[in-house]
DNA sequence: CATATGATTAACCTTTTGGTTAAGTAAAGT
DNA sequence: ACTTTACTTAACCAAAAGGTTAATCATATG
C-alpha cells in the first residue's frame, strides 16, 4: 500500500479511538509508518485530514443506511434485513458508529445525504400508506425507532453491557437474538 | 453563588460543548469570571475537574431513567411516564446526552450504577412475565429499545432534524408526536 | 548523463496548553 | 491587633503539539 493510503487508514484508527481532539499526528504518522511531515505533505492540516476521515465514514454509515431503508423491498423483509445487515455490519467496527456520533455534534453531515434522505422519506412514507396493513402511523417515527435499535447498542455499549451482564448474556449473544426480535417487536407495533 | 460552585458550572458548560480535550481550562476559569490559578486552587488537574463533572452527568442521565423504569408502576403506564418525561428532561439539556454518550467510550460509568441495574433488570423481567397480556420477550431487549428511542434523537440531531425538515416538521414537534407513539410502538409490539 | 519530479526524512520552530509559584488583598473570626 | 480563610493576580515554566524547512532519495524522462 501506498503511503498517501495507509495514512488516511493510520488516521482513521486514531481519531476513531482518541476522538478528534485526543488525537496526535505523531501517532498518526507512526502508525502509517511515516515521517510526521509526510503526513502534512498529503494532508494540509490536521483538520484537513479529519474532514477526509469524517467524510469517508459518514458515507460508510449512513449511506447503506438509507440505501437498504429506500429500497423496494416489501416492508416486512426490509426491516428484518435491515436489523439483520446493519447490526453485522457496525460489529465489523464497533468504533466507528460511536466516533461518528461523537463528532456529529460539533462538525455537519456531507451535504449530498440530505438528498438522499428525501428519497428514503418519500419511499418510505408511501410504503406504509400503501398497505393497509399498517395502523396510520408517522414514518419518521418509525425509522428513527429502528435506526436508534440497531445503533444504539453500539454507542452506548457500557450501558448495555452492564444490563446483559446482570442479565446472564455476552454482548454478542445479546446482538445475535436482537437481530430475531426487534424486527418482531417493530413489525408486531406497527400493524393493525 | 461562590467561587468553587461556578467552576464546575462553567466547567460543565464547556466539556459539555467541546467534550473532554477539546475544552480549555482557561476558558473555564474565564466563563466562570475566576482566575485560572483558582481553578488549580479548587481541582487538582483538568482530569479531577473532569471526573467531577462526568460523574455529576452520569448521573443525572442514568439513575432517573433506572429509577422509573424499576418502579413498581403499571407496565403501560410506566412505559408512557417514562417516555414522556425522559425525553423532557433531555429536552432541557440537549448537549448533556450528546456528551455522556461522546465520553462514555473513553471513560467508565460510575460503578454505583452497576447495583441499580441489577434491581432494574429483576424488576422488569418479573413485570413483563407476571402478566400474560404480553408475548414471550427478553427484558433487556425491550428496555434498550425503549431507551434507544428515546435517547436517539438527541445523540443524532442532524440526522433526524434533516429526516424532520425533509417531512416538514420541526424538531420539537417531532418531539411531542414522538411522546404520544413511541408508547403506542412499542406496548403494541410487545402485546399477545 | 543530467535533471525534473514526487516521496521521504531529520531537525527545527512556534504556539498552545496545563500547571505552578509567590506575592498580595479583603473580609471574617478570635 | 493578629490570624485565618477565601480568593486574585501576574508572571512563569515545561511539555506537548501542530506545522515548516531544507536537504535527500528514487525514479522516470528528455
Given at each position: ?134 395502523k396510520v402511523v408517522d414514518?419518521?417515527q418509525v ?47 406497527i400493524?393493525?
Amino acid at each position: 500500500m501506498e503511503a498517501k493510503e495507509k495514512i488516511i487508514q493510520s488516521a482513521r484508527a486514531v481519531f476513531q479511538e482518541k476522538g478528534k481532539n485526543g488525537a496526535r499526528m505523531q501517532e498518526i504518522a507512526d502508525r502509517a509508518e511515516v515521517n510526521k511531515a509526510l503526513v502534512h505533505y498529503y494532508y494540509k492540516n490536521k483538520e484537513t485530514l479529519f474532514q477526509e476521515v469524517f467524510k469517508q465514514v459518514s458515507v460508510e454509515t449512513i449511506v447503506p443506511l438509507i440505501e437498504i431503508l429506500s429500497s423496494e423491498m416489501e416492508l416486512e423483509e426490509k426491516i428484518q434485513f435491515f436489523v439483520n445487515s446493519y447490526i453485522d455490519r457496525l460489529r465489523q467496527n464497533p468504533d466507528m458508529i460511536a466516533f461518528m456520533v461523537g463528532e456529529l455534534q460539533r462538525n455537519n453531515l456531507p451535504f449530498f445525504i440530505e438528498e438522499r434522505v428525501k428519497k428514503l422519506i418519500d419511499q418510505f412514507s408511501k410504503q406504509l400508506q400503501s398497505s393497509d396493513k399498517y395502523k396510520v402511523v408517522d414514518p419518521v417515527q418509525v425509522l428513527t425507532s429502528v435506526i436508534a435499535a440497531c445503533v444504539f447498542p453500539f454507542i452506548a455499549k457500557p450501558l448495555v453491557s452492564s444490563l446483559t451482564d446482570v442479565a446472564g448474556e455476552s454482548f454478542d449473544e445479546y446482538l445475535e437474538k436482537r437481530k430475531l426480535e426487534l424486527p418482531k417487536i417493530i413489525l408486531d407495533g406497527i400493524k393493525k
